[in-house]
């Protein structure tokens, strides 16, 4: 009988690119297993894309007051038929989930009466993917390929890249003013730069993307304009990434563009830095005043250009 696995994973984008490689050990573990991913809208079509699931559920967060949608959820948890779960997102929502899949599934996570408890006091001050592997080998779980992302692509024609360029993510979350390297330094990268530099980000970013195209005019802005498939896409093209500490930075980094990662005081990247075939981390207090000529001698370190 085909064994039923369950992984959660819920939010956020950099938590989720740092679970690609957990999701390719659970696969490499239970190689003829049915693995249903339980996850929420965004990150769904980058899952279904993914090698690692059989089945993607996107209905993984519903509020807790929508008790039509919460029941809906515990009826399709409960009725599964689980024989194992592992619980990446290992959040208090989460681990209320073990409850709604019943006493069947073996359980790996944070919650009370797991069978796989991970229990270790200080796992929160590991960074996520050694903490998440941890947690798996707790589970039987003791090989960890490098996750395989020639599943990355999407289409680019649209967007008349030039032969050779650089990506810059000079955005990150609003609620974190300390994480942005000033805009003004992103452009003097950039008009320094040997190749064009492609702008990523969202709809908020644009006024970022247009002071960098004022100091440096051959800049592309796509901000706005990309999935994350087409992200990682750009990143498997392009020559080089610099970028703050948000998820498509850590989605460039995972897919194998050599990466300049930026760091300040509002994040540890001993806990979160991103990891990748290719990555530099640059840390400095406060980040703002992170010399350009710092992150140009960093890009020289990945062979990118200087």
């Not at 249903?36 to 209905?59: G, K, N």
């Not at 919650?111 to 006091?121: E, L």
């Not at 989605?251 to 050599?258: E, K, M, R, T, V």
Request: proline share 9%; glycine share 10%.
């Amino acid at each position: 009988m085909t064994q039923r696995i369950l992984v959660i994973k819920l939010s956020a984008l950099g938590d989720f690119i740092q679970a690609f490689g957990p999701f390719a050990a659970i696969r490499a573990h239970h190689p003829g297993a049915e693995i249903i991913l339980l996850t929420t809208p965004p990150f769904a079509p980058l899952a279904r894309r993914s090698p690692w699931f059989d089945q993607v559920w996107e209905d993984g967060r519903p509020s807790w007051g929508d008790l039509p949608a919460v029941l809906r959820l515990a009826r399709k948890l409960r009725r599964s038929g689980f024989d194992r779960v592992y619980d990446l997102q290992t959040s208090g929502r989460s681990s209320r989930y073990r409850w709604l899949t019943g006493s069947r599934p073996e359980w790996s996570g944070i919650a009370r009466g797991a069978s796989h408890r991970h229990d270790n006091p200080a796992r929160d001050h590991l960074h996520t993917v050694d903490r998440q592997r941890e947690q798996l080998r707790l589970a039987g779980i003791t090989r960890f390929p490098p996750p395989e992302m020639s599943w990355l692509e999407d289409d680019l024609s649209g967007f008349g890249l030039p032969e050779r360029f650089g990506l810059l993510i000079p955005g990150a979350s609003p609620a974190h003013p300390g994480k942005r390297w000033p805009v003004e330094r992103f452009a003097a990268l950039a008009a320094g730069l040997d190749c064009p530099a492609v702008v990523l980000g969202g709809k908020a970013e644009q006024p970022l993307a247009g002071a960098i195209q004022q100091r440096a005019p051959g800049t592309l802005d796509l901000t706005g304009r990309t999935s994350l498939l087409q992200i990682g896409a750009l990143a498997r093209h392009a020559a080089f990434a610099v970028g703050n500490d948000t998820g498509p930075t850590h989605l460039l980094a995972i897919a194998g563009c050599p990466t300049v990662a930026l760091f300040g005081d509002d994040s540890n990247p001993d806990l979160c830095a991103p990891r990748g075939p290719t990555v530099a981390v640059l840390r400095h207090s406060p980040l703002a005043d992170l010399p350009v000529e710092a992150v140009r001698t960093a890009l020289t370190g990945l062979r990118g250009p200087g």
